[in-house]
């Protein structure tokens, strides 16, 4: 089936404002990922998911980034007041075990705040 | 989890074989070995994975000596569509699920 898929693929938003990205995971995959990757950098571990249970979140830099996953397929990441310092792009990747398999990315939501 | 070092970029022309070299002194005994390729606008996609001696698949091939503290991702005959960042990863252990990526190695590869 289709890959992951990530929307919007751009998002601006005004220092302050709340915003929230999506990531539709393969189907049937049971870890879904996020990453953040600053220009010019690899991509960081943000959180990880196995189905909806969230097993790590110790790469969210702060209490203002929230990352839920409900219904155990499609996640949001959440981001609240957001920050210039949060202008990066947001990969969400999804295996299909419990975490040691091959991740699959999608392409990313690109956030510029300003 | 072990930390890689690997070129920061690197030039080649269409048609030549392209090796990656990436170093891990301090790789973990139960560690693998995988590489992600990256073009630009979208997320990185897994290329290859080993433990030790030789894998290869259709893309590319990757060769791990017996110490294990360095591994070469050998792109065979490259075109203009294999430029990309190729990241360098290593780790298994209790967080295998966290990919550590470093800044990787940007290939450009001119007609």
């Known amino acids: 089936g289709a890959g992951v898929s990530q929307s919007p693929r751009y998002k601006v938003a005004k220092r302050g404002q709340d915003v929230a990205l999506r990531c539709d995971p393969i189907s049937g995959h049971v870890s879904l990922f996020w990453y953040q990757q600053a220009l010019g950098q690899g991509p960081e571990f943000l959180t990880y998911f196995q189905n909806e249970a969230q097993l790590d979140k110790s790469g969210l830099p702060s209490d203002r980034f929230f990352a839920e996953r409900p219904e155990g397929s499609v996640s949001t990441l959440k981001i609240q007041r957001t920050q210039q310092e949060d202008s990066a792009v947001y990969l969400c990747a999804s295996s299909p075990g419990l975490g040691e398999d091959i991740q699959y990315f999608g392409a990313g939501t690109r956030l510029s705040v300003l | 989890l072990a930390k890689t070092t690997q070129p920061i970029s690197m030039d080649s022309y269409e048609g030549q074989e392209v090796n990656i070299t990436c170093s891990h002194n301090n790789i973990a005994t139960n560690d693998y070995i995988t590489w992600y390729q990256q073009f630009p606008s979208q997320g990185p996609r897994f290329i290859i994975q080993?433990?030790?001696t030789k894998v290869t698949n259709e893309v590319a091939s990757l060769f791990i000596p017996a110490d294990r503290k360095s591994s070469t991702l050998s792109l065979p005959r490259v075109s203009l569509s294999d430029t990309a960042v190729y990241y360098c990863l290593v780790g298994v252990g209790d967080s295998s699920y966290k990919l550590i990526f470093g800044s990787g190695t940007r290939l450009l590869v001119r007609p």
């Open positions: 080993g433990y030790k």
